[in-house]
């Protein structure tokens, strides 16, 4: 790669900023030198002065509900209940018969979710609505019987509502896997050069089979669930292991390995579940709740750590967070705490200490802002905390929890950094991060010799850019171990 300036990590190591030449050999990063200096060899990717940084993963996706949003109806516009009905009426029925919409967000809806409401605009035919955070769907008379579920609002919660995305994931995997390799695309166009699969399903079976099947746009991590847990520990998955068929195309190789034990403890601000130390105001007895016990989630580290397994623990709220820590601090198991939304001042440093990462979705801040005016206005602990857990020495690892937000790194630098992205003003930007550290947080590797050659070339200098050049910030090429899988 000819005539670079390197933006990112790795920059330390030179003298200057003048344009720099990349030599990569056999999927890494061998020499730097200044460009010109040593004469090219083999193929050669002109730079023509644009910005290097290294390649940016996405640590919190659900990659196939990600991947089949753009087939089901975007509810994200629908300002109360009567409008997200109204949207589903005029939806065109998947080829399965089921009209699908995801995205809605009735936190602040002035009416309520019902089965009638719902039944009186789509009659017959299952009608299915996703919450924006998954953990609630909204489904008409017609769809609860289908699905053997009954629920006197038509709204499931919870672990219902999980079985029914997974159910909606899962109906056409041919299909699911075809969505699969052009979301992957999409991805590269970003600059993604890694993700963690947070996916419902049997993921040790599915990625390998989209290998075979071709698939390289990126690195992948993927998650088992406690319900697949003896199956895991049966087929002998460790966290880190390299988990790929041996006849895997070329092009595939080393991309798949297996990635933590997935846990939700509590439930989400969208649905006044997330388990705090205070109640949510319009609810004086509600606590959130936490939906495995801490006993039973100390079990399940106890299991997962002693099966070679690394762990990533949903909580969302103090209470859960908290909750996490304790488990974490008796089983000596290691990995992330996945949101990590609300935090108690205390728990900083026993974060630091024990050395677990804080997986957060920087978006997320930007997303909430209204609901937590609204639903922690009580809450003492800290919301959406990232640069008192930089400072108290945490880890951080950048996400989307697509489809929750956009699978877009560079929108998670830009709230990290910015913590706005309209033209309110910055919220809560004691909390912002300056672009190195929000960076660090989006990859895995640096732009130095002996690195994996995964690297991003951007049309702008991220080191100068504003909160809105980095969410639209230009990708002009993408290397995944010196392998373009993106070019513009």
């Known amino acids: 790669m000819a005539s670079v300036r390197i933006a990112g990590p790795g920059r330390e190591f030179l003298a200057d900023d003048e344009p720099v030449d990349l030599f990569i050999d056999e999927g890494r990063i061998v020499d730097i030198a200044p460009t010109g200096a040593l004469a090219p060899r083999g193929e050669v990717l002109d730079g023509e002065g644009a910005w290097v940084v290294p390649g940016l993963w996405d640590n919190h996706v659900h990659t196939v509900q990600w991947a089949l949003e753009s087939q089901r109806t975007p509810l994200g516009v629908a300002a109360s209940a009567v409008e997200a009905a109204r949207i589903m009426s005029r939806a065109m029925p998947l080829p399965d018969g089921r009209r699908v919409g995801s995205g809605f967000r009735d936190v602040l809806w002035p009416d309520a979710p019902s089965v009638e ?9 299952p009608t299915y609505l996703i919450n924006a955070d998954v953990h609630s769907t909204w489904l008409n008379s017609a769809a609860l019987r289908r699905e053997g579920f009954d629920a006197i609002d038509g709204v499931l919660r919870e672990a219902d509502a999980f079985e029914i995305s997974r159910r909606l994931n899962a109906a056409d995997p041919d299909h699911g896997d ?3 390799v052009a979301a992957g695309s999409r991805a590269a166009a970003r600059g993604v050069t890694g993700l963690v699969d947070f996916d419902m399903a049997w ?5 390998p089979r989209r290998v075979m099947a071709g698939f390289a746009a990126h690195r992948v991590e993927f998650a088992v669930y406690p319900f697949d847990l003896p199956r895991a520990i049966s087929a002998g998955l460790r966290t880190g292991e390299l988990r790929e068929l041996a006849d895997a195309p070329d092009a595939g190789r080393g991309l798949v390995h297996v990635g933590p034990l997935k846990i939700i403890s509590d439930g989400s601000l969208g649905t006044r579940t997330a388990a705090c130390s ?3 105001p319009d609810d ?19 299991i997962a750590t002693g099966a070679g397994l690394g762990a990533a623990v949903h909580a969302i709220g103090d209470r859960a967070v908290t909750a996490a820590l304790d488990a974490f601090t008796v089983t000596g198991a290691v990995g992330t705490i996945e949101h990590a939304q609300l935090v108690r001042h205390a728990d900083l440093a026993r974060f630091a200490r024990l050395g677990i990462i804080a997986s957060v979705q920087p978006q997320h801040a930007l997303d909430d802002r209204d609901v937590v005016g609204t639903h922690w206005a009580s809450q003492t602990s800290i919301g959406y905390p990232l640069k008192a857990l930089r400072d108290a020495g945490v880890g951080l690892r950048f996400g989307s929890d697509a489809p929750v937000a956009p699978l877009d790194p560079w929108l998670a630098i830009a709230a990290a950094v910015a913590r706005t992205d309209d033209d309110r003003e910055p919220w809560h930007p004691e909390e912002a991060l300056g672009l190195d550290d929000a960076l660090r947080a989006s990859i895995r590797s640096e732009t130095r010799p002996d690195e994996v050659a995964d690297i991003v070339l951007c049309g702008e200098d991220p080191r100068s850019a504003d909160g809105e050049t980095l969410r639209r910030m ?3 090429a993408t290397l995944l171990g010196g392998r373009l899988t993106h070019r513009a």
């Open 278 to 280: 205070h109640a949510y």
């Open 117 to 125: 409401l719902l039944d009186a605009v789509t009659g017959e035919v």
């Open 284 to 302: 004086p007895e509600n606590y959130g709740v936490l939906t495995v016990p801490p006993a039973e989630l100390t079990e399940l580290l106890t």
């Open 178 to 180: 075809r969505a699969v």
């Open 203 to 207: 993921n040790a079976d599915a990625w």
């Open 474 to 476: 230009p990708v002009v």
